[in-house]
């Protein structure tokens, strides 16, 4: 408050103007008045001097439908439900020794598509050092890095914001028995929803990493404006355009609804749903989209079950773990794709110690900088990579305590994000006064909310300033490598040509050599009316056999084909349809 008015400001991005408008109109004569902010604060006043004014059962409902206003906070007991997607039952019933979480978890890593991401690209396809990241590895230590941060923010949440009445639900639901007993449930759980979250959020990427995807998307754009296709394709894509919008979040929730074999909690599917949308909206705050509309029931069923509530139609707030999971992974590719380089000699060892010691020491006030020699920054920062230099570690050991160390900055920093924009992020009240959006109005994660933070502050963190130095060199010496780019080039070249194939062969179906690409694709992914149009070639076209509504499917099912293969599959796939490779038979 100040002199004259009392103030009240709160989070509200999605109150319409119009809104606003009508309600200055309804509080104005009785001496309330509401403003609303860029960047989706809203303001209450009133005036100070005049309690009676407002003491009216008329001012008394205005104020409660003011209060109404303010987000709600999300549950944590309906956070981690413990309901299976597929069973539409709580596994949490059953008397087993693990959870329902760490049964995900297991479901996760016996399940085969985990397994191909051993042969799929995390950034440099083709690589033969054996020190170089797969998605396989790449997942493993992003679920490990997401674990530790989970059981630190699910500690602070408890103490903090989880109320009585959600205490006893998680107590009933998972047989804790007491409060002590509970919390650590509690931490346990939401340590494994986080760590499963982390083993998935890959797992629908097609081969060949980023390459890969674009490869698709942009032929798919090819192939709708050829003379060849752009009838039929367009058609469908007038239908339901996502089926030509490959988006490797989104295939990983498809994936995962259509393997039988995978059946996990609603929880951790919403912790790992990145961006919280469908595609059709072009106006949110997420810059891709996380579902297709075939999986649309499903998505609805896990955030409603999860108490995540909506933003706009077919758009919801994010489940407040996600934030774990996307720091964890950012965590991770930012580091260790960067030593990937340094192994593979394309960023030199100076430049590594240089930059990750200024993760370490990003100010005189950290851990590290307390305990290193000097007077400035710059004078710790040299003293502490002349003592690592002249250790006897190699070069591996000594990377692998510098990672660590700066890991565990990067966890801390992550973690500083999260307690200091608790109430917004459990709200789901996202804008860019508490830099939850950033300049552009799109979502935040932890470390760049972070960054923009510190950047307010009066004493220097220059966290900021070596995240981009990071990515900097990872950009320039790393993935625009030349030899980087020509081997993505070939992974371009090879879904690429793939998808070709494929389409071509769907509109010449009378032709033999479209029944033997055709024959490639396992059955599975084949609709019946295409596999008897083959056997007896009596059809020149799928339109000819399937209708539209099937020939998307079609189109879902070749993506789900091409986006499953593993990199070398893909390669000995088009080396085998191009003639370049024959299979030796003997």
Not at 115 to 136: A, E, G, M, W, Y
Not at 258 to 279: F, H, M
Not at 395 to 411: P, V
Not at 433 to 440: E, S, T, V
Request: proline residues 4%; contains cysteine.
């Amino acid at each position: 408050s100040d002199s004259k008015y009392k103030l009240f400001t709160f989070p509200n991005p999605n109150l319409e103007a119009s809104k606003i408008e009508e309600m200055k109109i309804q509080l104005k004569p009785k001496g309330i008045f509401i403003n609303s902010f860029k960047g989706g604060n809203i303001q209450i006043s009133w005036f100070a001097n005049e309690p009676s004014k407002y003491q009216s059962a008329e001012s008394v409902e205005l104020f409660n439908q003011i209060i109404d206003l303010i987000p709600a906070p999300m549950s944590w007991a309906k956070l981690i439900s413990p309901i299976k997607s597929k069973s539409e039952k709580s596994a949490a019933d059953n008397e087993s020794i693990r959870s329902v979480f760490e049964h995900d978890i297991s479901r996760i890593v016996y399940s085969a598509p985990f397994k191909k991401l051993q042969n799929k690209t995390q950034v440099i396809p083709f690589s033969d050092n054996d020190l170089v990241h797969n998605r396989l590895t790449h997942s493993i230590e992003v679920a490990s890095v997401g674990r530790k941060m989970a059981r630190i923010i699910a500690d602070y949440a408890w103490e903090t914001d989880v109320y009585p009445d959600d205490r006893e639900e998680i107590i009933n639901t998972f047989k804790c028995g007491e409060y002590n007993t509970a919390k650590e449930v509690f931490i346990n759980n939401v340590a494994d929803i986080v760590s499963a979250a982390c083993l998935i959020h890959d797992i629908g990427n097609p081969p060949y990493g980023h390459q890969g995807e674009e490869a698709l998307k942009e032929t798919y754009e090819e192939l709708l404006t050829s003379p060849a296709y752009s009838a039929t394709l367009g058609k469908l894509a007038k239908l339901q355009p996502d089926i030509f919008k490959i988006e490797g979040n989104a295939q990983t929730i498809r994936l995962l609804a259509q393997n039988n074999n995978i059946d996990l909690s609603y929880a951790t599917l919403a912790a790992s749903i990145k961006y919280p949308r469908i595609y059709a909206n072009d106006n949110s705050i997420y810059k891709k989209f996380n579902i297709y509309a075939s999986e649309l029931e499903l998505f609805n069923q896990v955030m409603n079950n999860c108490g995540v509530p909506t933003i706009g139609e077919n758009e919801y707030s994010r489940h407040p773990l996600v934030y774990v999971v996307e720091a964890a992974d950012d965590i991770c590719y930012g580091l260790f794709d960067f030593e990937d380089f340094v192994h593979l000699g394309f960023i030199t060892e100076e430049t590594y110690f240089d930059t990750l010691i200024e993760f370490i020491m990003p100010n005189l006030n950290s851990p590290m900088a307390k305990k290193t020699k000097g007077e400035t920054i710059e004078e710790k920062r040299a003293n502490y990579k002349q003592k690592n230099l002249s250790s006897r570690l190699n070069f591996t050991d000594l990377t692998s305590k510098l990672r660590s160390e700066a890991m565990n900055q990067m966890i801390s920093n992550a973690v500083y994000a999260f307690k200091q924009n608790y109430e917004p992020i459990i709200r789901g009240a996202y804008n860019k006064g508490n830099h939850l959006l950033n300049a552009k109005g799109k979502i935040n994660g932890f470390l760049d909310i972070y960054a923009q933070m510190m950047s307010q502050k009066p004493f220097e963190d220059t966290f900021g300033n070596s995240n981009d130095k990071l990515k900097s060199h990872s950009v320039n010496s790393g993935y625009n490598n030349i030899n980087v780019l020509k081997n993505s080039l070939g992974g371009y070249e090879v879904m690429s040509e793939l998808l070709k194939t494929y389409i071509t062969a769907l509109h010449n179906l009378h032709k033999l050599k479209s029944q033997m690409v055709l024959c490639t694709i396992d059955e599975e992914y084949l609709f019946e009316e295409i596999k008897t149009a083959l056997r007896k070639r009596n059809a020149s076209s799928w339109v000819d056999v399937l209708s539209e509504e099937q020939q998307i499917e079609q189109i879902r099912l070749l993506n789900d084909y091409l986006t499953g293969l593993t990199d070398n599959a893909a390669l000995k796939l088009f080396r085998h349809i191009k003639g370049h490779e024959q299979i030796t038979l003997s």
